[in-house]
């Protein structure tokens, strides 16, 4: 079964484009990555997707139920991670949570109990008191506590030091082995790498390409670096060039017999080639030269 299913999904505000005729399907159980930097369209997509916004054309479903018809039936099955967590000033962590767990009709306390333990969250505290990571910590036991079929987070690791994402992933990978489906929204590519089984990358409101993150990383891209003195110009295929004391590095996607002549050309005193990174693979796939709708 399809946990999230989208055909042609689109959403404009007035005339500035928010996501356009986007399509994807994913199955439920999967730990899915939508990859994007800001403005992309990754929150748009999940605005829409939860109701918060409606749609300008286009339609998804949630567990086979229509996302504008059945809202309130979808929405008992998800637990939502925004980016920016905002709660009633005045209230006590503990509070935040029992105001979550009492709107689903829920007893979760054991659950809030563990998640809280684990992320070293103090539920006598008020709200107003807490850091930016310590509140993103309580958005998070709130999302997870019900232990909802479908886990929505939106860039979930903001403010959360390495410790505590660490815990955090940890966390999400457990509730997947038991059988939530996670759509994993960030451009922190290390974390999509690590986690997600696929991914789809999105640009200026379209998908560029979706597919397994094993599949995404085989590209014909080379991450190059030279040492020495030699001429680029014209050569087709490079992105992202950069200097790094004193050498060259860029990805190359073009004939690798062609470069090879041109670096014999120079004055090369040393060079290295290695497979990219996701991280490297997303900028190849952004550059506007490679980018292919």
């Known amino acids: 079964m399809d946990a999230i299913r989208i055909s042609n999904l689109t959403k404009y505000y007035g005339k500035s484009r928010g996501i356009s005729e986007l399509n994807l399907k994913i199955k439920e159980g999967e730990f899915f990555g939508f990859i994007g930097p800001n403005g992309a369209g990754k929150s748009t997509t999940i605005r829409t997707l939860l109701g918060l916004i409606s749609p300008t054309s286009g339609s998804a479903q949630i567990f086979g139920k229509d996302i504008k018809k059945e809202r309130e039936k979808i929405l008992q099955n998800i637990g939502y991670l925004p980016s920016e967590a905002v709660f009633y000033p005045g209230m006590k962590v503990k509070e935040v949570l029992t105001l979550s767990a009492d709107m689903r009709k829920m007893n979760c306390l054991d659950a809030a109990k563990k998640l809280c333990e684990r992320l070293q969250l103090d539920?006598?505290?008020?709200?107003?008191?807490l850091s930016f990571g310590n509140r993103k910590k309580v958005a998070i036991v709130c999302a997870l506590q019900s232990n909802p079929r479908l886990l929505i987070l939106d860039e979930p690791t903001?403010?959360?030091d390495p410790l505590m994402q660490r815990e955090f992933f940890d966390i999400l990978r457990e509730r997947n082995h038991a059988g939530t489906t996670?759509?994993?929204s960030s451009h922190v590519l290390s974390e999509i790498q690590r986690n997600c089984t696929r991914a789809a990358i999105?640009?200026?409101?379209k998908i560029i390409i979706c597919d397994s993150v094993d599949v995404l990383a085989q590209t014909n891209a080379k991450r190059i670096t030279i040492h020495g003195s030699v001429n680029l110009d014209g050569l087709k295929g490079i992105c992202d060039k950069k200097e790094i004391g004193g050498a060259v590095s860029f990805l190359y996607s073009g004939d690798i017999k062609v470069l090879l002549q041109r670096l014999a050309a120079?004055?090369?005193?040393?060079?290295?080639?290695?497979e990219p990174d996701l991280e490297e693979i997303f900028l190849h796939y952004y550059e506007k030269e490679g980018y292919r709708a």
């Open 202 to 205: 999105i640009r200026e409101g």
């Open 123 to 129: 539920t006598n505290r008020k709200v107003d008191e």
């Open 266 to 274: 120079g004055g090369v005193s040393d060079l290295s080639i290695l």
């Open 158 to 160: 903001g403010g959360l």
């Open 182 to 184: 996670i759509f994993l």
